[in-house]
Structures are given as C-alpha cells and as structure tokens.
C-alpha cells in the first residue's frame, strides 16, 4: 500500500469581523489594545480583519445600547455577512450579562449562520468541545459576577461620598450649577452641561444657578404652598409668561420633580430612584434614601419645601373607592353637574385617570353615583378597544411596509422597521370644554424610548374613526404638553401632521442601489 503523503497547510486567508468593546469612556487606550491584541492573533492564524464592530464607553450589562453588537447581529442573521469568523478580545468584552444563557445565545445565532467566534486572549479554543463549552460557561458566570460585584463596591462609595455632603453623577437640576472642588476642598470652576472632573479626586457640590431660574423656582413654592394653586395652574401660568424648562414648555411632570427635589433646600439626596432595567426606574422609598442635610446652599427655605411636601402627600391619600364615589357626590352637589374639566381640576377629588382605573372609567363612577351627564361620553370606553385598534393600525403598516420592500417586526406595544427604527403608537381622546370646545391633548414626555411616535387622534363619537396623525421623531423638537384643535393648530405643531399614514410609510421603501461600471 503506498505511503500517503500529508496536504500542506492551506493557505487561503480567513475574512474575519473584529467585535471591541469597553465599558466606560474613561478607559481611553482599551479599544486600542485590544484591537492590537485581536492583530496579533490574526496574523498567527492567517485571518484578515475586513469589518469591526466597536461600542465605545458602553456596558456589557445589557445588549440595550450595544449598537455594534447588534448591528453585527443584524449583519450575520442576514445572511449577508462577508466573513466567516468574529474576533472577540475575551469572553467578558462580549458581554459580562447577568443571564449566563443570554451571552450565549448571541453566540449561537453566530454558529447557526456558519460564522464562528474566536476568544483571542483566552487560554482555549472555541471549539464547541465539552472542555471549551466548561470554561465558556465559567467565564461567563465570572464576568457576570465581576459587574454584580463591582456595582455593590461602587454604590459603596458613591454612597459615602453622598453622605459626606458631594454631588454624585447627573446633571444639575433646573436652577441649580455644579461646582468643581480639588480634593483639598478649593474652587476649581463652574461646570457646565456635559463638562466632567478631570480628576478621579476631584468632588462637586451643588449652588444656585442662573437668577432667573432661581427666581422661577423660588416663585414655584411660593405659588404652591402659600397661593395653594394646582401643579396644573402653576404650569399654565409659567408658560404664560414665556418662562420653560430647560427650553421646553413646563408640564406636571416637570412641576412634580420640582416640587419634590430636596437639592433646593439644600440637602443632598442620593439612592432617590430604583433602576428596573434599561430606562426604567421607580421611586425609592424614603427610609433608603442617602442624604446629607445643609449640603448645598438652599434656593428654597427648608420650611417652605416641607409644607409643600405635605401638601404633596395629602393629595396623594388614597382614597377607598367608597370615598372616591363620596368626593364626585360632593362635587356634583356643589357645582350642580360634573365634567372631566371639573374632577380634574377640583381639589380633594380624585384625577379622571384614577376613576379610570379604579372604576373602568369615570362614566362607571357617574352612574353608581346616579348623574347622567347631558354630553353622551361613551368614547371613554374606547379605552377597552384600543389593544385591537393598535394591532390593526401595526398590521396595516407592517403590510404597505413590506410591500415597498421593507421589514417589520410586530411587538405587543411597538413595532421594529427594517431592523433598525422602533415605532409606537399612542392614542388621543378628545376632551370637551366648558365652553363647548373639543381639544386633543398631546402629551409628549421629555424622553421618549421609541424612535418615533405616532398620535393617533380619534373621533369623539362612535364609532371612533381616526381623526389625522402626528408623526413625531425622537430627536424632534416638540416636547411638553399639548391640546391641540381639529384644525388650524400652531405651524410648529401641525408641521408633524399627516392625514394618512403613506408619508410615513414611503419613507421606509427601500430602493436598489445602482452599480456604476
């Protein structure tokens, strides 16, 4: 039998991606040296880098915000991806997720489209063997930990320092500055929005800033606490005279963080909120709070913030939804009929919205009270109808999306167009005024977690037909709160208008690019 004679190496090069990642703009030279590292290894193992996907200053935490990482995803489940191997530093530049099985389904989606990944700084191969599977899954446990850790021994520290009177993170407040110390406690200077210390000793406090905010906040208290007027009429009130807040229109909202921010009485709060994941937070309570009184020099005289914080509270008592049906009972005997202009604007009386939930709607609240209003408001019960209303509208734009050629994914509140743009639908109701008016309130919060909302006005009488659109980009301009008219409403406003949905729609075809020979 003649001897075989063993093939020499290939010598074909391997078309690979290069994933960097680091976790905090403050590590300047990080992407740097792994891309050394990742080149170093290429050269050994005859791979070509041809495309990187890079996060700069992002956490391995979540994949929400990891643009790189998900384009790269986008890219290989595709099918369009040009290079069979990904080149990743170390399993914790690929994420340090909490859910070890997360981390390793993203590496999956890459193995089920034929593309492999490469640890290049890891002590073994990725071979999908038992071994190679064991110290994965360990790694991933490990950085999964290292985050848990490191946040437990970061909020250690940011808690003494709270403690010890300093600004820890986020911008200033309305009306309030950061102040630069060195660590010897000295005026270094005056920081401005986005400016940061230099210098990891380096602390902040917090002073007065610009006069008229100060005044305006000043003017806040005062208005509340001593003139007793509503967060609405305050709000009304500043945006009469032309005043905003942080060059937007006021709203509640605004006027409720205000209203509730211990910073102006010049105590330190930190711990305040609770994060719930990715851009949701709630309120701590109280007791786990970390404060340090007289921190700050105060805009507003401690005495003053704590009567409006009991007058907060008292308009927070919870109502039994026997005193609810006594409070609307009262208000019925004193003004002689009832609206939703009157509920939400008398004092001691419970807000439509708490009707809605408590009772399925306020006209559910009118009837076991015995009032029957003279305007029918059985649009009220559109609320029950809006789910299927929803779907319908995403499964209309899913389908004239898809047929210019373009892709949706269908979410229960949000839908996904062409692998990059989230869309939310949000209904406007009509609401009467005393004067007989019809407006459309159009509530747009300060942040938003779409990339584009879309209003969907409806009809006040059955059967609810869709009245127009506002399509309102996330990066657009219009911020606040609206009540907007059927016709003739602000240029500025009536700019994100549309009568139908094809603007929209015909802004997602997608076109065949032509080659130039």
């Known amino acids: 039998m003649p001897r075989q004679i063993p093939k020499p190496p290939s010598s074909r090069l391997l078309r690979a991606a290069q994933y960097l990642r680091m976790s905090t703009e403050h590590q300047q030279y990080s992407i740097a040296n792994q891309s050394a590292a990742i080149a170093l290894y290429a050269a050994a193992h005859n791979i070509g880098i041809i495309r990187s996907f890079v996060d700069e200053g992002r956490s391995g935490t979540t994949i929400k915000g990891r643009c790189g990482l998900q384009e790269l995803l986008r890219v290989v489940e595709s099918g369009g991806a040009d290079f069979e191997l990904v080149l990743v530093y170390d399993v914790s530049r690929w994420g340090r997720l909490a859910d070890v099985d997360e981390a390793a389904h993203y590496e999956y989606l890459c193995k089920r489209a034929g593309i492999s990944i490469r640890y290049c700084a890891e002590q073994f191969e990725n071979d999908n063997s038992t071994t190679s599977n064991l110290l994965k899954a360990l790694k991933r446990a490990m950085a999964g930990e290292y985050s848990r850790e490191l946040s437990v021994k970061v909020l250690a520290g940011q808690s003494r320092l709270a403690q010890e009177g300093f600004r820890v993170g986020g911008s200033a407040a309305y009306g309030l500055h950061r102040l630069l110390l060195d660590k010897e406690g000295k005026v270094k200077q005056v920081l401005g929005p986005g400016e940061r210390k230099s210098l990891q000793t380096d602390r902040i406090v917090l002073i007065p800033g610009d006069e008229q905010e100060v005044r305006t906040i000043r003017r806040i208290f005062d208005l509340f606490t001593n003139k007793k007027k509503t967060s609405g009429e305050i709000v009304k009130t500043l945006n009469e005279d032309g005043l905003s807040f942080h060059g937007h229109p006021w709203t509640t909202t605004c006027m409720d963080y205000v209203l509730e921010n211990p910073a102006y009485m010049g105590t330190n709060a ?125 499964g209309d734009i899913a389908s004239q999306i898809q047929a210019a050629g373009g892709s949706v994914k269908q979410g229960v509140l949000s839908i996904f167009i062409n692998d990059g743009i989230t869309a939310r639908v949000m209904f406007c109701r009509p609401r009467v005024w005393p004067d007989g008016r019809t407006v459309w309130p159009l509530l747009l919060r300060q942040k938003r977690i779409v990339d584009v909302l879309i209003a969907v006005r409806l009809e006040p009488e059955p059967p609810f037909d869709i009245v127009d659109y506002y399509v309102i980009p996330k990066n657009g301009e219009l911020r606040g709160a609206f009540h907007t008219r059927k016709r003739n409403n602000p240029a500025f406003i009536d700019l994100y208008r549309m009568d139908t949905l094809k603007p929209f729609i015909e802004a997602f075809r997608r076109a065949p690019i032509p080659v130039v020979v």
């Open 270 to 394: 930190f711990c305040r909120w609770k994060s719930l994941g990715a851009r949701l937070r709630t309120l701590n309570p109280k007791d786990k709070w970390i404060t340090r009184e007289r921190a700050f020099q105060p805009i507003v005289e401690p005495c003053r913030f704590q009567a409006a914080q009991e007058i907060i509270a008292a308009q927070r008592y919870r109502f039994t939804k026997q005193g609810m049906l006594d409070a609307l009972r009262r208000l019925w005997k004193e003004k002689g009929t009832l609206s939703t202009y009157l509920v939400d604007a008398a004092p001691g009386v419970p807000a439509v919205a708490t009707f809605l939930y408590r009772f399925g709607g306020i006209t559910q609240a009118y009837r076991l009270i015995g009032f029957r209003p003279e305007r029918d408001y059985s649009y009220v019960k559109v609320r029950f109808n809006f789910k299927a209303m929803r779907k319908k509208i995403y």
